[in-house]
């Protein structure tokens, strides 16, 4: 038999594929393009801030310029990017400066390229990023992308002074404003709520600016890098271990390269594993690699991960965050980590509050945070919802009559997105697991003050059927008795204050 | 003030990206993993044994050797891959042969790498390709990923004879069979409603083996690769095709370069957009083709996409799939397309019976398929569940008490999934629009039989009251009249006839 279709066998660059595929990183249309280029620019704002140790203060500026057309503008107080890596960090799709294991909003250096590729392709527009460094002069880029080759292409570069540090993006676009101006500013006023210490100014088509946040003053401490937990080794990653340091011993390899493993814990595994401690690395095998990583794997007696690589809201900053937005009182919140998922370090923290709008819905309405981010699409295949469905939050008195709201935040430093996108988390089994029965704890105590409100609801109730027969009482009793009436109102009290 | 975190700027390749993010592929843990190994496998030997022009006849084994770590093979007899392909085709993401623009199942050139690095880093194996073209003698490679580069490490290769065209992969990896084997089978079973002239053959730790359909003998014509519809012409994809043809004139690369547009749809198009036809492409600057980019894809004139890119399974290949295996009879058909998302090519059909399984659901159970294969997760945010949930199935009388299966198939140039693993369908607006009005189609077909099917059966039920009635007049009028019960039964039938 013949071949019908001849096959042309060919790479592409990873800019080529998300090109393609641009549906998979949140840009599937105008609205949600526009959405995903402010959420990209501010994450990546937010980021650089926390890195210069100042208070986040980001200026955002969206003008429609003709129909569809949307001229977008973040400006921040940041860090600056180095200009040497401005072009690569803007220009080319995974490039970054965030790979390192600790919590960070971006990590995959696709997000805010993707923006300017969209930019570039329904407009034909270069991207204008101006930059500066502290005790530095700054400079302006004008960029485009090489799509096929994922590669800068620097149109201009010029010094130029921002009046500070920090870095100002501006891309214009194909936009749908209209479609998607509210769920933009629910994602900035959501972004308040993650990182209360923010502050954000937003103009729209020259209307009077809108500001959020501002709810606190104190940066929390930054998250730090931290040793792999021995846990996440997995072959590919033990074998570049290995080659970094071929000379090292197996014990000292193991106490100087994973968190959790002093010398006690080495000699523990090493002997329980039968591993000759003093043997050099460079001697390994592909199978005693492979070995080496599912004996780490498994073994049970490692302690938990370390947590100042991650870095949660926290129960003072969320507590003042969510009463100043949502006009709530008593706020429950707990917490749940530092856990592992894969050897990856998570938090997961939540809050729960009855709130006054209506939902119908049977269970709290849910906000989903991770790492400091609202997550605001994709909501149906998200492990915090499919949680949230199976708790029968009905034991808890939180049915469709008692409407509430639900915030979750997991904090790792390697949040499970199911799409580049980063709108809806996977279902591993441990961050479900933990989601679940923080979820049930925190409708545990709010069910108990709605159940104390109600039994003071119906105290009150009683008091007031038993003050109206007191008062009938005294009237029927002087009528019959020829006399005054008496005074009940005071009896009421006193008898009140002996129970 | 002082920058508190360093910034280390670096790229990862898309290997590495897709090693760290591999949840975004399918391979969220060791059941999914082995599902969408399998998956991957065979959907590329399917495209293979297409190409080649023979009908699919796959083989697949997989066998447990130790706990957790299974060896999966699945053997075709497709057009095997050139030697001098081999290593990139099976150790680099994002090379393949599917970048041109007609209906394939794989697309990426993501899915079998993928599969092939979790065998590398849960059992440090590497993949065995065995592979012969026709009218040569085939090759045996083993090959690893060297993930940071995204490049393969060949191990061996040596010739060897397969007896035959095709493929034959072997991956040892860390898999979960018992959580995975019923959607695994489930998937197979569903592949052949998807693609009916394939014969799929499975064997799981040694087993008696199953075989799955074989429901036709006729391959259908292949997908052929078509011009880009002007609609599909961003800047990006204009400015590639424009320095291929620089020397054109814009007439001539009008109809050249795309389809639907011939000499008068040329003409009349840059007539109506006040274009010169004659002007050189290379004379174009960045505004002008921006320009030209937006006009064809405003350009409301342009005819329906050509369908011979795309290859739906079809009213006879559907019915008898489904007929054969879900037990039923009546399967309603229909079809809209081609049209196109973007300038991308789509078809979507359909098919609607009645199901004895009850499942107390208030709409047809959906099955989902694209580019004639079936998808078994992440199916709550996929645009094929929110139409379904948007229909008012109660309408054709398709409630809970009617248990009733929808199967829809989507087939496109290119398929808008959100994320790698190919699994969930974005809600692009023309696919949405166009599946409601389909899903509403098949809905009044089957409500007219379930109505058809109730009132004969109140029929049937009035018939049998008559009958007894007059049984009942006969034999009291016989005791009246003291005479001899008279048959009826005659009666009944000659008053049906009449009627």
Chains 1, 2 share one sequence.
């Not at 937010?46 to 986040?56: F, S």
């Not at 933009?184 to 009077?208: F, G, M, Q, S, W």
């Not at 707990?334 to 509050?353: K, Q, T």
Request: proline share 5%; glycine share 6%.
């Amino acid at each position: 038999m013949s071949v019908h279709t001849k096959r042309n066998y060919r790479g592409i660059s990873p800019s080529e594929f998300f090109y393609r595929n641009r549906q998979m990183a949140g840009f599937s249309n105008n609205a949600q393009a526009l959405f995903s280029t402010i959420r990209e620019l501010v994450e990546n704002s937010l980021d650089a801030c926390e890195d210069a140790g100042r208070l986040p203060e980001i200026e955002i500026i969206i003008n429609t310029t003709q129909t569809d057309v949307v001229d977008v503008y973040v400006a921040d107080n940041g860090t600056g990017v180095p200009p040497e890596h401005v072009p690569e960090s803007f220009g080319r799709v995974l490039y970054g400066s965030k790979y390192s294991s600790r919590q960070r909003r971006g990590t995959f250096g696709l997000g805010v390229t993707m923006a300017i590729l969209y930019g570039q392709i329904t407009t034909n527009s270069p991207v204008i990023v101006e930059t500066q460094e502290s005790h530095t002069i700054g400079n302006r880029f004008s960029l485009y992308i090489d799509v096929e080759h994922n590669r800068p292409i620097v149109e201009s570069v010029e010094a130029f002074d921002r009046g500070g540090p920090g870095t100002t993006v501006m891309i214009r676009m194909k936009g749908n404003l209209k479609r998607s101006q509210d769920k933009l500013l629910e994602y900035l006023r959501l972004t308040t709520v993650a990182t209360p210490y923010c502050r954000l100014k937003v103009t729209i088509d020259d209307a009077n600016p809108s500001t959020y946040g501002g709810f606190s003053t104190s940066l929390p401490d930054p998250p730090l890098v931290c040793k792999p937990h021995p846990r996440s080794a997995d072959v590919e990653m033990l074998r570049r271990m290995i080659e970094l340091n071929p000379q090292r011993t197996l014990r000292q390899f193991l106490i100087n390269s994973f968190q959790q493993i002093g010398t006690k814990t080495a000699s523990s595994f090493l002997q329980f594993k039968n591993m000759d401690p003093h043997r050099h690395l460079s001697t390994l095998n592909r199978d005693e690699t492979a070995h080496l990583s599912e004996s780490l794997r498994k073994y049970s007696a490692f302690k938990k991960p370390e947590s100042k690589c991650l870095s949660p809201i926290g129960k003072a900053g969320l507590q003042k965050a969510v009463t100043s937005l949502f006009e709530t009182q008593n706020v429950s919140y707990a917490s749940v980590g530092p856990l592992e998922w894969d050897g990856n370090p998570f938090f997961i923290e939540g809050a729960l509050f009855l709130t006054s709008s209506r939902s119908g819905s049977e269970h709290p309405q849910l906000l989903r945070f991770a790492n400091r981010v609202p997550l605001l699409y994709d909501a149906s295949d998200c492990v915090f919802t499919k949680v949230l469905k199976r708790v029968d939050w009905s034991r808890y008195d939180l049915g469709s009559k008692t409407p509430s709201i639900l915030i979750t935040h997991l904090c790792s430093t390697r949040v499970p997105y199911k799409a580049a996108g980063k709108q809806s988390i996977a279902s591993i089994p441990e961050i479900e697991l933990k989601s679940k029965s923080l979820y049930r704890g925190l409708g545990r105590t709010i069910g108990r003050l709605v159940k104390r409100a109600r039994s003071s609801a119906r105290e009150i109730q009683r008091k007031r059927e038993l003050s109206r027969s007191l008062q009938l009482i005294a009237k029927f009793s002087a009528e019959l008795a020829d006399s005054k009436v008496p005074e009940t109102v005071r009896l009421m009290e006193s008898m009140f204050e002996v129970s």
